[in-house]
């Protein structure tokens, strides 16, 4: 199971930082990303972290605005979102790919 949390409403230029709470599965052997949908579009990647945190990978929309990281002592991942625009926002999603495991999502609001 994933449990997004810290979505929000916020002005253009802020920050949020979203959570994901994993249960049920070897947590810190498994790849997690963080997906976005906009209304009316697609679901798109905002970024991926390996089970040790060695290898992270980012949308090229990011431009060095998010950070991904995560607690395997918590079995939790983390998107730290700064510098946040209108166009960012979406529903952000968790995923587990090894499980194809979803979360149910955290609206990300940015008012401009």
């Known amino acids: 199971q994933l449990v997004e949390s810290g979505g929000g409403l916020v002005q253009s230029g802020g920050s949020l930082r979203l959570s994901c709470a994993a249960s049920g599965f070897t947590f810190s052997s498994v790849w997690m990303r963080w997906y976005r949908q906009a209304p009316g579009k697609g679901r798109e990647l905002v970024a991926a972290i390996s089970g040790a945190s060695l290898s992270l990978n980012y949308g090229e929309f990011v431009e060095g605005r998010f950070t991904i990281s995560r607690d395997n002592s918590r079995n939790a991942v983390y998107l730290q979102m700064n510098s946040l625009k209108a166009e960012d926002t979406a529903v952000y999603y968790c995923?587990?790919?090894?499980?194809?495991?979803w979360g149910q999502g955290t609206q990300v609001t940015v008012s401009s």
């Open positions: 995923y587990a790919a090894a499980f194809d495991l």
